[in-house]
């Protein structure tokens, strides 16, 4: 793809070509102290001069001199609520009375979802790797999900490669960034006074399109190339070397798991905040006058008691086999299930756990206690 | 060992419910119920189904749950026997003659019925009217000769929980068929069958190594001793079927709920070989 580049100043043409092809845009804002991604109408919303301060238990925003926009690793929450939505309803259903026949009939409808085009302005690497297992769970299997579908496909993807990982964050050592490779519709390298900017796609190749572009300047790929190398030797946290695929299943016996279980309150902000986690769970709502009822799936976590919930039975009753399920899913059942680790390296699991459990010592203990 | 096909028609009705009318509803005990269903058209026409899948039930205002199919494939009709235990399971329960609910499916993959014709099936089940296997009990009585032995293992705890009394001396009557009940906790002098549990019969028989085929379906314990008996006497692992459970929520294969180890039951059970789920059995809280 051909790099162009976008003065700083020529930004807001950016969002104006988006609104006007009919996009809602969505961009990277400060609110409640954390960094969020919410519908941005002007370049005066992003969060310029922040970085974010994050390890295990902990996420503080700091604001510093720099101008620039991007200059913070991830927010607190991925682009995952876009597409796969927090809650949704699945359908509803109508008791229609029959005066004539005996009885009622009942009646059920799907509910389309409400989808507008919506353009997310600042992606990382890591949420795109994170969003392509969510479309091979939602989209590639047996069943496609057209609640999941209808949304996706309205989505355009603006990326911004990463220049500040956190110390939470290891996507490096998973191979999902810190730049972004696969995935988007625009991809973007912020630079102190302009961006460089390719398109990914046709979508996004008509947007740039739109756009008062500059060749690049003599050092401008030279210093996105030095950029976007700090950013990976900035990660020190790494996955362990070894078959973690292999050794959380042969370790399922381990007493690891009883003493991360001592730790762990089973609170689910992992799964909440984790960009690949899929599961959800089921439920009616019906209306007071009984009439009508709707059929909505909200997000569950595998950390829920009703989560294995069977016929007066909770089938992973303790801590310990929840968090032993949560982390073998992650790290090694999506291979087989997805051919890839449900891991993108992002960090959020362990800044947003209340009691600071860091996902990557958790495998490091459990593969160094197999190789003791 | 070549991997026998299990059947497994893909869902004709997927996302939404269609509706349904209760055609008949039996109780068969104080907590066990049979419904007797029948799909508006033009659903109706479409619904393919093999001996071992599931459906959604949908009750109105309360909620869906998992249901194994036990009609057969060609009945008119689809019945479901359905143990109350929970709110939507309580509610289905009250359901009358000519009421309406939901129903989404056929889910899953049935047990390898093609595949075992003509060979030896041994069905072994414990605890109380295990639909999956009186599905593909009912589909081999009614197509005997295209089978060859059949021999059925039924254990419940006492002897007042054996439904379908009748049934079983009506199926033990049929040349072919050997039918062996067992009670693990009850030894009144009225009990006509064995005392004890149901897979210590498993060794009375001889079996055709390549020829038998095993299904299953009840509390894993129990499948889990029934598996070591069959494979005393020989049995291939790859030969040897069980039907899981899982909490179960879209059938869909997207919710998670219902994942064994990296398996969506929905979708790849929850008819399973032994072959397949060997290191997964046994394991509490998995």
């Known amino acids: 793809m051909i790099r162009k580049r976008l003065k700083k100043s020529d930004f807001p043409r950016l969002i104006t070509a988006l609104q006007e092809n009919g996009y809602e845009v969505i961009g990277p804002q400060v609110d409640s102290g954390a960094i969020v991604y919410k519908p941005l109408s002007d370049v005066s919303q992003l969060p310029e001069g922040y970085s974010d301060d994050q390890k295990a238990g902990h996420y503080r925003l700091k604001k510093n001199k720099s101008n620039r926009w991007f200059a913070w690793a991830n927010a607190a929450q991925s682009i995952k609520p876009f597409a796969f939505v927090p809650t949704e309803v699945l359908w509803s259903s109508s008791k229609i009375s029959t005066p004539e026949a005996s009885g009622e009939t009942i009646q059920f409808q799907k509910k389309e979802p409400d989808v507008v085009p919506q353009a997310i302005l600042g992606v990382r690497s890591c949420d795109l790797a994170a969003l392509a297992i969510q479309d091979a769970h939602f989209l590639q299997q047996s069943y496609i999900d057209s609640y999941y579908q209808a949304r996706r496909e309205k989505l355009l993807l603006i990326a911004v490669n990463c220049t500040h990982p956190s110390k939470s964050c290891f996507c490096h050592s998973t191979g999902d960034g810190p730049s972004a490779t696969t995935g988007f519709d625009i991809l973007l390298d912020e630079l102190d006074s302009a961006f460089v900017i390719q398109a990914g796609s046709g979508k996004g190749d008509s947007i740039v399109s739109l756009l008062p572009l500059e060749e690049l300047e003599q050092d401008d790929l030279l210093q996105v190339d030095r950029q976007n190398k700090v950013a990976e030797e900035t990660q020190t946290k790494k996955l362990p070397n070894a078959d973690v695929r292999l050794l959380l299943k042969e370790n399922s016996d381990s007493e690891f798991w009883d003493d991360i279980a001592k730790r762990c309150l089973a609170c689910g902000n992992c799964t909440s905040v984790c960009p690949s986690c899929f599961c959800y769970s089921e439920h009616e709502q019906p209306e007071l006058d009984g009439n009508k009822s709707t059929h909505i799936r909200e997000w569950d976590s595998c950390f829920n008691q009703s989560h294995s919930y069977i016929h007066g039975i909770v089938v992973r009753s303790e801590t310990k086999h929840r968090y032993r399920q949560w982390l073998t899913h992650k790290f090694s059942g999506w291979f087989d299930q997805f051919g890839k680790s449900g891991c993108v390296g992002c960090g959020r699991c362990t800044t947003w756990c209340p009691v600071g459990i860091d996902v990557v010592d958790a495998v490091k203990n459990i593969c160094e206690m197999e190789n003791a | ?286």
Not at chain 2, 78 to 93: C, E, F, P, Q
Not at chain 2, 150 to 166: R, Y
């Open chain 2, 1 to 286: 060992m070549p991997e026998l096909m299990c059947e497994s028609p893909l869902a004709s009705i997927v996302d939404v419910p269609e509706t349904a009318t209760v055609v008949s509803c039996v109780q068969e005990t104080p907590d066990i119920f049979t419904l007797e269903l029948k799909l508006s058209s033009p659903a109706d026409e479409k619904f393919v189904y093999a001996p071992g899948q599931f459906n959604m039930l949908s009750l109105y205002g309360v909620g869906e749950v998992p249901i194994s199919i036990v009609s057969d494939p060609e009945d008119e009709l689809i019945a479901h026997t359905i143990r109350s235990v929970g709110r939507v399971t309580n509610g289905l329960k009250q359901l009358k003659v000519g009421d309406q609910l939901g129903l989404r499916g056929p889910f899953g993959r049935g047990w390898p019925i093609n595949a075992s014709m003509n060979k030896d099936v041994v069905i072994v089940t414990g605890g109380l009217g295990c639909a999956p296997v009186v599905s593909v009990i009912h589909y081999i009585i009614r197509r005997k000769s295209d089978f060859g032995r059949l021999i059925i293992f039924q254990g419940v705890k006492h002897a007042a929980d054996l439904i379908w009394k009748t049934q079983y001396e009506t199926w033990a009557a049929i040349p072919g068929v050997d039918v062996r009940v067992a009670a693990s906790e009850s030894s009144n002098a009225s009990w006509p069958w064995y005392s004890g549990h149901v897979t210590n019969m498993i060794s009375d028989f001889d079996y055709d190594q390549e020829n038998s085929v095993a299904m299953m379906c009840g509390p894993e314990p129990m499948m889990l001793a029934a598996i070591h008996a069959l494979k005393d006497k020989n049995l291939y692992d790859e030969n040897i079927f069980l039907s899981m459970e899982r909490n179960m929520q879209c059938a869909l294969g997207h919710c998670g709920h219902c994942q064994l180890g990296s398996k969506f039951i929905c979708q790849l059970g929850p008819v399973f070989s032994y072959s397949e789920i060997r290191d997964l059995l046994g394991k509490r809280g998995l």
